[in-house]
């Protein structure tokens, strides 16, 4: 079949122009995955039978562009209806092929037990049931993102929560339904713990007087904001990911920004490539998840570090570039997703061959990282 006819044949098209990923009950998952059941078998059992490709909305960067707001400023990746196949008949794709019917299968079944489970949680299931196709983590998530290609249905859908990472502390309030309210500025330095049952966090109520968001990239920074109550000398809420961004974690993010519009959220990364690719997937989204990115995609500025913050750091704490730096820069680059401000950032990163690590800082006293992200949120110096 033609690649020009994929978008004829998918199972559940939609918009010509944008891919998205449904939010679905499991009667309508399971729905979904009995008609793929259902075709397969008709054409086997067809009067001249054939095994069916499986055509899957392409995940690369030839297929996504940016799609912005016309009523705000939040910019998303998108994927558009560009289709690649999973085979049987390839020497190379069918392995590729058979996996994504063992996890519709797998799906399936924990849908129909009412049941949650966590990708590692999938791969370990996996790996004990069919170890000669499901020899890595990686495997498993490549092919989750191929089952949500395939039925354009989100990850949650599936019955697949999100591995969390992240946590939160600061001036919030916070209740699960039918639960005590979590004040989180009394949750201790490692913060509150954000769970990786997106059903969970979209039930949430919130409450805040914070003034801003800002979103950190490490633990260790966050830890000590937590410690000096950055929260207190600035009314904030405090975010990590701790690397990164997983999804839970981003999803929080942007239930935060839909709950407080008016709160501007700020990020303070490395001044590195890998710490702006951090800032960009909070703020545009991946690639690779281009089918639910802008349920997740945020309105994120820049804090830092940046290029004009560098005055206040020593030459012999500035560290030189590594290969996997200019990888990342590269790819950067190379995308639409850049600004121009950010592309200059970057481009000056690149022909200094220097990258700074946020506890750089540190040169001036533990206490001034506080300090110093106060002076900055006070100037407006974000972009």
Known sequence: MAISDLSRSTLFFADQRLCSADILSPSEVRARIQIAVLNFLKSISSPDPFIPDLPLICRDGKNAGIRRSLLTD?????????????SLRGPGDAKAFIRVWMVMELCFRILGDGKVVTQRELFYKLLSDWPDYFSSQSLVNATV?????????????????????GAVIGRLLLQVPGHEIVD???????????????????????????????????????????EDQLYNQIPCILITAKGYPDIATRFFLHRLSQAFPSLPILALVDWNPAGLAILCTYKFGSIKMGLEAYRYACNVKWLGLRGNDLYIIPQHS????????????????????????????????????????????????????????????????YI
């Open 74 to 86: 939040v910019a998303s990746v998108y994927v558009s209806h560009s289709f690649i196949t999973r």
């Open 184 to 226: 989180c500025t009394l949750v201790g330095n490692s913060g509150y713990a954000i769970t990786g049952d997106l059903n969970v966090l979209s039930k949430l109520i919130l409450s805040s007087d914070a003034r801003y968001i800002i979103v950190v990239e490490k633990d260790a920074i966050f830890q000590r904001l937590a």
């Open 145 to 165: 993102q191929d089952v949500v290609a395939l039925l354009r249905c989100s990850r949650q859908s599936l019955g697949i929560m999100a591995s969390s990472r």
């Open 318 to 381: 500035m560290v030189q570039l590594k290969a996997r730096d200019l990888q990342i820069a590269k790819s950067l680059l190379s995308s639409d997703l850049l600004q121009d401000i950010y592309r200059e950032e970057l481009g000056f990163m690149v022909e200094m061959g220097k990258r700074v690590e946020i506890e750089a800082l540190y040169c001036n006293g533990f206490e001034y990282l506080g300090k110093f992200i106060v002076k900055k949120i006070v100037q407006c110096d």
